[in-house]
């Protein structure tokens, strides 16, 4: 049905002649009810498709391992809209706008995304997951097939990223306890979470090298 309802649209962009102007972007927002949605390990509650496509503004390149986190959509679609963001407006997403173009493009160094009091860190090799478990993802993207359990590593370089991730993750403000809507929220969600016999514990609370 999303199938559907996507052609649809897309045939009234070119019903309108403008196809050649048009940028269409499908993603999920989680992962899927009964397989990932919720879960704390590795990445499946969170990684999700992401598919775009513009015959006249954006080149194609197929798949990709590129680092693209929801805070890099608003300044991607105000670079290709040509738009300029308010002064002052703070962003904390980087535009992939040059490598839809494909235009030179570093990529994203990290990503990161929380889930009440679980926090992930993921960049091309390394992996935190929700629940404090760390992986050598090498050059797998399976998810979970592939990926290497280095939790309780204590090799130079295992030791090496996770000391970089917990820098990275000193510099992104954790959910505020003390704000009367979040604070409840995060109460019940670690409640829910106990209960299903998956605490919620944020890296910072575990114990390991730091």
Known sequence: ???FLIEQDWARVVAEGLE??????????NGTAGYGKGRLTSEVALRTPFIVYGPGCVKPLGPCNALVDFADFLPTLTELA???VPEGYVLDGRSFAPFLRGQPFSGREWIHSFLGTARWLRDQRW????????????NSRGETAGYRDVTTSTA??????RSRFD????????PDR????????????EQKTKGAGKAATTPAAKSRPS
Not at 23 to 29: E, H, K, Q, R, Y
Not at 127 to 138: I, T, V
Not at 178 to 189: E, K, S, W
């Open 178 to 189: 003390d704000d009367p809507v979040i604070g409840p929220a995060l109460l019940r969600f």
């Open 167 to 174: 820098s990275i993750l000193r510099t992104i403000p954790a």
């Open 20 to 29: 050649e102007k048009t940028i269409l972007m499908v993603a999920g927002d």
């Open 127 to 138: 992996l935190l997951d929700g629940a404090g478990n760390f992986y050598d993802c090498g």
């Open 1 to 3: 049905y999303v199938d």
């Open 82 to 84: 040509g738009a300029q």
């Open 156 to 161: 130079p370089e295992v030791l090496a990223a």
